[in-house]
């Protein structure tokens, strides 16, 4: 059966128009240095393959990518805008042909050619040439640019919190936006190199490993389509493009059809835990031209960066900071830059009280507050590391073993106490705002977690006594005096808000996640994807639940609407072991804190969030979009 497809460009636009869009063409613009590539299908040169450079719209999600060559110039455009072609080898020159504007983030995209079994309509290639700079000269760090399906997985995982698919990545125009999507594009150089289209094994900072086996079985199954000649034949038999294409809907197993590689490769990071035994087997029909590649099916398809050495140890909690940087409590406190190097030093951050604190969170400042655990204190660090808080830290206001730590929207500080069931407010100057017991009463036990909504009040999750209780912002219990304990909660441990104003909260000995509304009504409680354990919970900006499962090992998805993504083994991806923390960034990036001494990064899994979550609730885009 033969399955007509349009496989041309118009149908990969949808109908928009993808020319120039607000100031990236302005012309005050300098014009561009010349680029030099290469563009490989496997290991074979494609040949009349249209290069297409774009920029990163940033006047909004979904927007199209904003072409960058002058039409005029290179002689060639279409409706996917201005382009130049490959020669015999597989090599192209873009000359001073283009203009980016400084700080907006740059890709090149390889439409069709032919790699030797015919015009492929159906390949798409990307590589990502990240942040345009003052000079536009790109040729500084990279004098040839390869392009091929190792380079495509790296761009398609790192921009994929904010493409839609090859011809549509975008972001608004807000600074914790442009924060965000510059740190993913930056963040495609952790996971191949540019010069050569080779997936790496260690990051560049060399504290991260890469999965290159991942990365190879994922090129690889790119190639079975770009080195075939496109045709779409199926179901029986089906052609590798088929295949591909059917398995990588933009839902995974529905929704939009791709039409050329790139965008499937998108799809693929999107939905990493559909028809992996489908799109696994792909790459043999390739014949398995990167090496090496996975030596049997992966549990998942997503892409972790594992990053060890220096402070890590036991670590138990992570928070992100408006600049993308993770901060990971554990016997010290680790800061990984948004590429994964160490913004603490090797060492970490040490002394002043710090031992081993439990809970961490991150203000409107960028300073990080820490909940002191058996020290019983409070720590405070700023941005640049410097502490806040003494030589022992801020004590008192009846903390007992402070386990949890929140900030609201008025930079205050929320401390829960787990030996005596207590809640203190601290000022942010360290102050306490409480009187020296805290918060009492009202169903508190063995405090867990802290929660703030949107109206600013604080929502208290107690183990022991299986409840929910909440406080408003000026001290009155709101829930009676045993707190809420419907919804079938069960040892709730982890708490988080949605956009919604709706509270997702672990439940340990059930083996669930309990969502219950603003008005205290159960909305759904759900299990499986590997829930057991679970011991940290955050909310992506498309509302997605990702929780972290120290019993099982794996971090589980569960989207706005209650449907757990994951299998049952949960990703596993980059090596996760024994996850406590769990946080998402603004680039889209899932941050866990492993016990066993060190942090997975999962690129490009979620959707990007506001952080931290004080200036989400300060702006009111709590679990939002940057």
């Excluded at 060559?69 to 805008?81: H, K, P």
């Excluded at 205290?520 to 990702?546: E, F, M, R």
Aim: proline share 4%; charged share 5%.
């Amino acid at each position: 059966m033969r399955l007509a497809f349009a496989l041309v460009v118009s149908a990969m636009l949808t109908g928009c128009s993808v020319g120039p869009t607000g100031p990236i063409n302005s012309p005050s613009s300098p014009a561009g240095l010349p680029l030099q590539g290469r563009v490989h299908g496997g290991q074979q040169p494609i040949v009349g393959a249209h290069i297409y450079l774009f920029a990163a719209n940033t006047t909004g999600y979904s927007q199209p990518s904003v072409s960058l060559l002058n039409a005029a110039s290179t002689g060639y455009s279409d409706s996917v805008g201005a382009y130049v072609l490959t020669a015999n080898d597989g090599s192209f020159t873009i000359t001073s042909d283009y203009t980016c504007t400084p700080n907006t983030q740059v890709y090149l995209y390889a439409l069709g050619g032919n790699a030797g079994a015919g015009t492929n309509n159906a390949s798409g290639l990307m590589a990502i040439l990240g942040n345009c700079p003052t000079a536009d000269n790109f040729l500084v760090a990279t004098p040839i640019i390869w392009v091929n399906e190792v380079s495509t997985i790296a761009a398609a995982y790192a921009m994929a919190g904010f493409a839609t698919d090859a011809t549509h990545v975008s972001s608004s125009g807000t600074a914790l936006a442009q924060q965000g999507i510059a740190n993913a594009f930056a963040n495609a150089a952790n996971l191949a190199t540019l010069a050569t289209g080779v997936a790496r094994t260690t990051t560049p900072a060399g504290n991260g490993t890469v999965p290159q086996t991942v990365i190879d079985s994922l090129a690889n199954i790119l190639a079975a389509c770009v080195n075939s000649d496109g045709e779409v034949l199926g179901p029986y038999p089906a052609s590798n493009c088929y295949t591909l294409f059917f398995n990588a809907q933009s839902l995974g197993s529905s929704g939009n059809i791709p039409t050329e590689t790139a965008t499937a490769a998108i799809n693929i990071a999107h939905n990493p835990a559909s028809n992996i035994a489908n799109l696994y087997n792909l790459q043999y029909a390739a014949g398995s031209p990167f090496q090496p590649a996975l030596p049997s099916q992966a549990y998942d398809f997503t892409v972790g960066l594992n990053f060890s050495g220096g402070s890590f140890n036991g670590s138990t909690a992570i928070a992100i900071d408006g600049s993308g940087n993770a901060w990971i409590a554990g016997n010290t406190v680790t800061v990984l830059s948004p590429s994964g190097a160490f913004a603490s030093g090797v060492s970490g951050y040490t002394g002043h009280g710090l031992s081993g604190p439990l809970g961490i969170a991150i203000d409107a400042n960028g300073t990080a507050w820490l909940a002191g655990g058996s020290a019983n204190n409070i720590i405070k660090i700023s941005s640049s590391g410097t502490f806040g808080s003494g030589s022992g830290g801020f004590t008192g206001g009846g903390m007992s073993y402070p386990k949890t730590i929140a900030i609201d929207a008025a930079n205050n500080v929320w401390i829960g106490s787990y030996l005596n069931g207590s809640v203190a407010e601290m000022s942010n100057t360290g102050v306490f705002i409480t009187n020296s017991s805290g918060y009492t009463g009202g169903g508190l036990s063995y405090v867990d977690s802290i929660a703030i909504d949107t109206a600013k009040d604080v929502w208290v999750t107690s183990g022991l006594t299986n409840a929910v209780t909440e406080i408003s912002k000026t001290g009155t219990f709101l829930t009676g005096s045993s707190g809420y304990t419907g919804a079938g909660l069960d040892n709730p441990v982890a708490s988080a808000f949605d956009s919604a104003g709706n509270l997702w909260v672990t439940d340990d000995y059930g083996k669930s996640v309990t969502e219950i509304s603003s008005s205290l009504s159960p909305i759904g409680t759900y299990t499986g994807g590997g829930l057991q354990g679970s011991n940290g919970i955050a909310i992506d900006g498309a509302g997605n639940a990702w929780i972290s499962n120290n019993a099982t090992s794996c971090v589980t998805e569960i989207t706005s609407a209650g449907t757990v993504v994951t299998s049952s083994t949960g990703y596993i991806g980059g090596g996760i072991f024994m996850p406590n923390g769990i946080a998402v960034d603004g680039s889209g990036n899932v941050w866990v804190a492993n016990a066993s001494n060190n942090a997975v990064e999962l690129i490009g899994a979620a959707t990007p969030v506001v952080t931290p979550i004080a200036v989400a609730l300060a702006n009111n885009t709590l679990g939002a979009r940057p």
